[in-house]
């Protein structure tokens, strides 16, 4: 496709101006620049070009997306609407709290919502992803620990198969990464845990279900292990999708979670920033939230029905995470999904882990899979064969961009061998479910008869096969191409 440099044509404009009726006044000549090279095109042109290249790119409102870990559901539109209401969408950030009464009436619900769903006491909306959720947990629980007098915890147990940002939070923390060995059943070795518990151990991420689809079989005891050597429990709960309305992971007694809300409550994912990673704590972390949180500053009187609400910082708080209030449009999405489903909001888990089941079942004894059991809202498999030693995981997910299908995550878990993590999520019907199968089953069998046909994919996608690591080691973010790095991909 053309880039907008190669369409502008010299003196064409998008707008034509009336001339101008008013007395006109000199422009800072230090600000006025000649030398900027701005594409010169028509409107119609600027609005065909941005829409081209709009749709070239896959979304979840063009085709599957399997993407396992990062649920990529459908994210309803009702939310886009509601968070573009103009009380909300144009409120000044810092209006004062008595003219912000339904904004943070809205923040405070959300709090008290994600708080029940999963069995805890308080919630801080600050975080803005998954990740931060986590730096603001193990904060919060290195901070419970000094202010308790107690220095020498400085470990954080973690598992192999955990999310990459589990161990880079722990380092951000200034603590100590221990990683635990998987066991054959992909849980975590018990007997490994034993022998790292002790007086050091500020706590212990693990991720519910596992990274590789499980419930942790042994979660219960391996809670009590850690809390009985002193150390406090955070749940990753990037994977609550496959856990609302039926397990409270404060009930099973961890002391802090994080939820993804682009995730779980459909928000839009954004490039690691512009979500919402809140966490939620027990009342041994609650003075430690990040803030400001919400909180009912005068009850309701008599003859007044509203509560009034208030910004608080928590007595202990970690301090801030975000500007502001966190991303106020992800809260106002998120409370919106909560809001539509109600007490039907076990469905969603309920059919994203049928529907996890349902792909994984078929697909057995197509490809390899290293944990023979019921999953929960996604499951891992290897993307190799026996009979075609020189196809990877890699080949088989370029290899389904040519059938409209987003691949799924690729190589993660590192703990399983050319992993293909497939998340179908609840809000696929079963036909689109058929389809998947049915193109897995088919790629299975070009791998072993024509695995040019996997080696040279995509065919049909607007860029070909790319070289990844070039791509990731030499960033080209302008937004014309330098011709020494526009070559033909190394192979
Ligand atoms: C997505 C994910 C994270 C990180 O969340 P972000 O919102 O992307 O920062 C952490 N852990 C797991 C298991 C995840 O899937």
Redesign the pocket.
Known sequence: MDTIYDISVKGRVGVKLPDCDVPTSALPADLLRDELDLPEVSELQVVRHFVNLSSLNHSIDKGFYPLG??TMKYNPKINEDVARLPGFAHLHPLTDDESAQGALALMYTLQEWLAEIAGFDAVSLQPA????G?LAGILMIRKYHLDRGDTKRTKILVPNSA?G??PATVSMAGLEVVELPSDENGDVSLDALRAACNDTVAGMMI?VPS?LGLFEAHIVDVIKLVHACGGLMYM?G??MNSLLGIVKPGELGFDVMHY?L??TFSTPHGG?GP?C?AVAVNTKLKDFRPGPVVEITEAPTADEEAPLYGLVMPPKSIGRLKAFHGNFGMHVRAYAYIATYGDQLKEVSRHAVLNANYVRANLRGVYPMPYDRICAHEFVMEGHFKEAPDVHALDISKRLMDYGIHPPTNYFPLIVPEALLIEPTETEDKATLDEFIDVMKTIAQEAKTQPELLHDAPHVTPVGRVDEVRAAKQLVLCCRPVPEWDVEPAR
């Open positions: 870990s990062c992803a998954g990740a931060q986590e999310h940002t589990n991720t990274t990753d990037a994977n993804n682009h995730k690691g979500g990673g």
